[in-house]
């Protein structure tokens, strides 16, 4: 373990390699402990670097075992080699060789970065910077070499073997009961794009033919015994595949394209150049087994790595500071794919509500960063939610500015000018600007800045004038005082308070979406005939947070009368918002106001929930417990929250009783309809889920009996969690039973049993800390399996605000010491674990302290991994 001051790393000082490295011939002979890593790299001088510069390679954990230049053995004296670097004191100012060959231990790699060994399959990790795990390297992103890699391993351990790139050819080791594959690549990367794969796999395959007329054979690879669950995966391989040529004319470029789910594995998934290895979590489905969400989650990640392939390795970040380029660009192309195979509305209402989860408690904390930060000390720990779905709407709103035609003239232009190249954010803007003409200087201070832009929101109306006026003022909390104002799009339209849309002109609003780029304007609309309601920001055109002094009444003329779905699900959870903040504050009961919301949300149903059962589902789940700490902003007491949201919810479920348990008969599967994981049929089980979860809220009797017949006639994942969900939430025998019983029938099945930790670590009660710590010692639980940890640490820290904010401290002592205990072997998965405490300055007094000190005890503890001591320093600064 290593404990280092992390250097910080900034933006500003940097520079051009000094040498680069134009191919790279890796021989990899595995073995579980003795791995033999051969690389032959051709280096040059680069001519934008310092001449004459020493050759510094970087390592991490490495052991040399032999170094060649031009082929012959290096002095001991001419170079120096140590488990972080191999330095080069003096070479060659012309191109030249070098033989670099390293040992590995695959199977003491519990980081998970690097080639590591686990579950029986060798498989590798290198973005951000494990490749120097792996040899020493230029291990930066802007030096881009082409591959060639010859993979060597035990033919009954490793039948397949897998590299970048297209296969040249394999064979047998003579002599030996070894075998070996060769790939080469032929598009220059860097090499966080490398990857390597070598196991026991089932294979499941199809042929595509793209725009260009390139025969691809499209591979996904699984565990043995499951390559019935990799059929969705593949099924959306081909979609992505389609979509692309589609949606931004980019076709595929190699004859394979193949996908590995491997179990153990940090992240989501990793875009390696034609061989993307994927956490089995976003691979394995079937309806046994995978919710409606995990299907949607496995089509979302497959199109996202896939979409990497043009977004991020065809043209790539020239440094880490710009990682956005490739990730919030890439998650706005599978968030526009997501929508297109889906409802649209419903998706983007979907991200809505994760970017509010996620990114703006991010913003509003001690870890908030610009989209492109300036300066870090461990770049792991910047692939938050910031980088990707901030970064995501920055693109987005760019769209919305320039308009869609232009936008796709742009991203044209932009692979076109840097395809096969290292990039930046600049070159990004350089495109857009480039077919516009427009000057996006200023809309590039989007990325420079943390925190969530407020913009207040004041309308009047002019009875004798006939003129409606809206002023508008933003403001930039944690930006710093000197943040110039934002260009912000406004996507908007009046609304008449009895249904009809107000078509009343200004001419500054141009295809319904208005640019606020100063501090302060107003923009009046004439020939209103009567006082409208606004409706603002639709389709959440920007990231920012609005304030505004419509009433709950207007609020509810929004839900039934705007044309936009998005502000329609916007104005009912505003109105939800409002009850429960009032509650929490102790302002005066609004007993007519909830009614009104009650009798709003009847009509609703009444009228629509059939026609669209998934947007529906979306209107009647309330915001969250985060959404109103979020919204209420300092002083937290989770429990006055939660105690306000279980009101609310008996509430709607005591007045919408009848409508939902008829909804419920209406909405049900007749017997024997076969299972389709579509949007249709996922979103008429959400509805039914959302009415069994309001019904249980306001009656435990009839929740539990509905839910346990529920459970025992589901049919699928789904509808079967939903109803242990709902029962978790009732304490008492019936709970214990189910979660019993549902632990039986998945004991083989360690993903589902993620969804047993999990529903368990979001049980709202005094005894969860302690369920928690027996449930550590379960068998199916290991602290080596990120998975594992997240589904019980994770979803409790993140997804149980009344018992990891317990008062005693015990839920945040918790956290503390499974963040230590996993330190020593996953420092990643520790640090980003560890991010849960993010909030703890907005709480009350009481926890902030409790949680203040469980910060400092792990801070305080030696031998800190650099990604943890970073994330601490961090928190507490
Ligand atoms: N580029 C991947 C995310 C990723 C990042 C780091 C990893 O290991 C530390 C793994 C994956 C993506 O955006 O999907
Ligand atoms: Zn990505």
Known sequence: ???????????????????????????????????????????????????????????????????????????????????????????????????????????????????????????????????????????????????????????????????????????????????YAVWHDPLPKPAYLFALVGGRLDRVAKGFTTMEGRAVEIAVYVEPGKRDRAAYALDAVERSMAWDERAFGRAYDLDVFNVVAVSDFNMGAMENKGLNIFNDKFVLASPDTATDTDYAAIEAIIAHEYFHNWSGNRVTCRDWFQLCLKEGLTVFRDQEFSSDMRSRAVHRIAEVRNLRARQFPEDAGPLAHPVRPKQYAEINNFYTATVYEKGAEIVRMLRTLIGETAFRAGMDRYFADNDGTAATVEDFLKAFEAVTGRDLARFAEWYERPGTPRVAVFGSYDAAAKTYRLAFRQTRPGAGADAPPLVIPIRLGLVGTDGPLIDAASGRVEDGVFVLDAAEDTLTFENVAAEPVPSLFRGFSAPVRVESALDAAARLTLLRHDPDSFNRWEAAQRVALGLMTAQVRGDAPEEAGADDFVGALGAFLDGEALRDPAFAAQILALPSEGDVADEIGTEIDPDAIASARRDLRRRLGAGLRARLLTLREEL?????????????????????????????????????????????????????????????????????????????????EPLVLDKWFAIQAMIPEDGTVARIRRLQGHPAFAMTNPNRVRSLVGSFSLANPTQFNRADGAGYALLAETVLALDGTNPQVAARLMTAFGPWRRLEPGRRAQAESALRRIVATQGLSRDVADIGTRSLA
């Open 668 to 748: 049900a599967e007749p017997a024997g309809t076969p299972f389709s994981p579509d949007a249709s049929a996922a979103g008429r089980r959400a509805l039914r889920n959302a009415a069994l979860d309001l019904i249980a809220a306001a009656d435990a009797e009839t929740g539990t009996a509905l839910a346990q017949a529920q459970i025992a006639a589901a049919t699928n994942m789904t509808d079967r969690l939903a109803g242990l969900a709902a029962l978790a939430l009732l304490p008492g025998e019936a709970r214990e039973a189910a979660l019993a019983a549902f632990a039986e029938r998945y004991a083989d």
């Open 1 to 179: 373990m290593r404990t280092e001051t992390p250097p910080t790393v900034r933006l500003e000082d940097y520079r051009p390699s000094d040498h680069l490295i134009d191919r790279v011939e890796l021989d990899v002979r595995l073995d579980p402990h003795d791995t033999r890593v051969s690389a032959t790299l051709a280096l040059r001088p680069n001519p934008a670097g310092r001449a004459g510069a020493p050759l510094v390679l970087d390592g991490d954990d490495l052991t040399l075992l032999g170094l060649e230049l031009d082929g012959q053995a290096l002095a001991p004296d001419t170079f120096r080699a140590d488990a972080s670097s191999l330095t080069l004191h003096a070479v060659p100012q012309r191109p030249f060789t070098l033989r670099i060959e390293t040992r590995l231990d695959p199977t003491a790699n519990t980081r998970l970065m690097g080639l590591y060994r686990s579950s029986g399959v060798y498989s590798t990790q290198c973005e951000a910077d494990g490749f120097r795990r792996i040899t020493y390297f230029l291990d930066r992103p802007d030096v881009l070499s082409v591959y060639t890699t010859r993979i060597e391993a035990d033919r009954a351990a490793a039948p397949v073997l897998l590299g970048n790139g297209n296969p040249v050819e394999a064979g047998a080791v003579a002599g030996t009961d070894r075998h």
